[in-house]
């Protein structure tokens, strides 16, 4: 996992390096102006035309540090606000780039902007260099025309932007953007994410991201509330077969999803349950859905549960499912079990019953947020075993007592604060999910697409996380290797199949690609 910090957690991993390490500021610059010059040669190497344009601070230095390094290619450097206004490090590195023959232009007014837009405009790439990662306010005066005009340039001047650190504008403690900002082809941050690097909306403006060691300590990081997954995370809670392996080496999930009418949520979390490697998969399901559960898959086994004359879960139904969670490895609950009251009720009493670990997902999650006064999804998801709930942002606010905007405006806080009322691992779906444990610790997925946004892959991901239960993981672990490779299924599908065309089932079928991406990018 890579570490997502505040910009207070990072001045003070910054403070750390200089003070306890040793390792001066002026060099932690020199390293940074570095790393985004390599990454301007490696990513754009046919560049002739440079344009960077730097602030007053730190930012600006590393822009020097850029310019320098790109000296061969006489880039067009602006420095908005008088030379005499850089600050410490930042000034070192400007005297430095002069005296190596740069020339730097200063941008003291509109005028002198009007002058020096051209020159931007007609470069074949900038480097935005003028506000780094303490923006708590709207940028004003000479730097926020800048970027709003940069933002607005016309398509023939539309060159790549490469941001130093993260696209001026944007805040790194939030996904707002509350105000104009920069949109970068790439951005090159440095020791770890920030938190504008990878939640959305702002994540939408940063292009790729590159993260760059300039030598602070990966122990100084370790505090980190936040954390981006990357392959490694899920590639771990796959080790290889032992050669004696057999199925029950792997885990006997048991699916407890599916009612008339709504059978083909039950088969495709039990499908992404073996295609995710789980050794056995039991789906139970009322009694008159089983002949189609059944047929939708041959490796699957059924068992059904008791109903009313109306086909509804009756109370026997609790019975005998905690009659077959007892012999299973985990249980998830929910998928397309419907709305009725015999079936809230026994999602209720199962859930605070169920002896082994549990994924609650879809109507299992609508069940336990039907009488909100009555605090049912607190108290029943206070339980002894491993628990996870995977809600869309709508189950969600149904679960907290909340709306759906105030669930998107703070995802972050509403699954950090669910998980720790409840001692469940959250798992908070949409555009980079995000997982939360009780402890406060959240990680924010990177993979996925626009074109899962379609009715299944919900189902999809509760199979794959139930499985990586049954297989033994602890519920932080599954949830995360679960949406990490949930997200890279969908994304190899999107690959071959188009986005607009994504169905769930094509998530299920691409699972074996993306265990092969992960078994590529671990080599």
């Known amino acids: 996992m890579i570490p997502v910090l505040t910009a207070a957690e990072m001045r003070d991993a910054d403070r750390r390096t200089i003070e306890e390490i040793g390792l ?45 390094e790109l000296l061969a290619l006489k880039p067009a450097v602006f420095l908005f606000g008088p030379r005499a206004e850089a600050r410490g490090d930042a000034r070192l590195h400007l005297g430095v780039y002069e005296r190596s023959g740069g020339v730097v232009r200063e941008v003291l007014d509109e005028a002198a902007w009007a002058g020096a837009r051209p020159s931007v405009f007609a470069a074949d790439l900038i480097v935005d260099a003028l506000l780094g990662t303490g923006l708590s306010q709207a940028p004003s005066g000479l730097v926020g025309q800048a970027i709003r005009d940069v933002a607005e340039r016309p398509e023939p001047w539309r060159s790549p932007l490469v941001a130093v650190d993260i696209p001026s504008g944007l805040s790194s403690d939030s996904g707002e953007m509350p105000w104009p900002t920069l949109t970068a082809a790439l951005t090159v941050t440095f020791a770890a994410a920030k938190y504008g690097h990878v939640l959305p909306p702002a994540c939408e403006r940063v292009g790729d991201l590159v993260i760059a060691d300039i030598g602070i300590p990966r122990s100084l990081l370790e505090g980190a509330g936040l954390w981006l997954l990357e392959d490694g995370d899920a590639a771990r809670a796959f080790p290889p077969r032992e050669p004696g392996a057999h199925k029950g080496t792997f885990g006997h999930l048991l699916v407890i999803a599916g009612s008339v009418g709504k059978t083909g949520a039950a088969v495709l979390a039990a499908t992404a349950a073996l295609r ?233 079928d691409h699972l074996p690609r993306a265990f092969r991406s992960l078994e590529r990018a671990g080599a």
Not at 331 to 345: D, I, K, N, S, W
Not at 434 to 462: C, E, F, I, K, Y
Not at 470 to 489: I, N
């Open 276 to 508: 995710t490697g789980a050794g056995l998969v039991t789906v139970a399901t009322p009694a008159p859905a089983l002949p189609a559960v059944a047929a939708g898959r041959a490796e699957l086994m059924t068992e059904p549960l008791p109903t009313d004359s109306t086909g509804t879960l009756d109370l026997g139904a609790v019975t005998r499912a905690l009659a077959l969670a007892k012999d299973r490895d985990a249980v998830v609950l929910g998928p397309g079990l419907g709305h009725e009251a015999g079936t809230r009720a026994f999602v209720r009493d199962f859930v605070r019953r169920c002896p082994t670990p549990l994924l609650v997902d879809a109507d299992g999650l609508n069940a336990l947020a039907a009488s909100p006064r009555e605090k049912v999804a607190t108290d029943a998801l206070r339980r002894s075993s491993p628990t996870v709930v995977t809600p869309h942002p709508g189950e969600m606010a149904r679960l907290a007592g909340s709306s759906t905007s105030e669930v998107q405006r703070r995802r972050l806080e509403t699954a950090r604060a669910f998980a720790m009322e409840t001692g469940a691992v959250v798992v908070l779906k949409g555009q980079r999910t995000l997982v939360a444990r009780p402890d406060g610790r959240a990680a924010v997925n990177p993979t996925g697409n626009p074109g899962m946004a379609t009715a299944g892959t919900g189902d999809v991901l509760s199979g794959i996380a139930g499985a990586l239960l049954a297989r033994g993981c602890d519920a932080w672990t599954a949830s995360t290797a679960g949406v990490y490779l949930h997200g890279r299924a969908g994304d190899e599908a999107a690959a071959h199949m188009g986005q607009e065309s994504l169905v769930a089932g094509d998530l299920v």
């Open 24 to 68: 001066p500021g002026a060099v932690l610059m020199e390293s940074a102006g570095a790393a985004v010059a390599r990454a301007v040669r490696d990513r754009f190497p046919g560049v002739r035309r440079p344009a960077v344009l730097c602030g007053k601070g730190n930012n600006g230095g590393d822009g020097f540090v850029v310019a320098r």
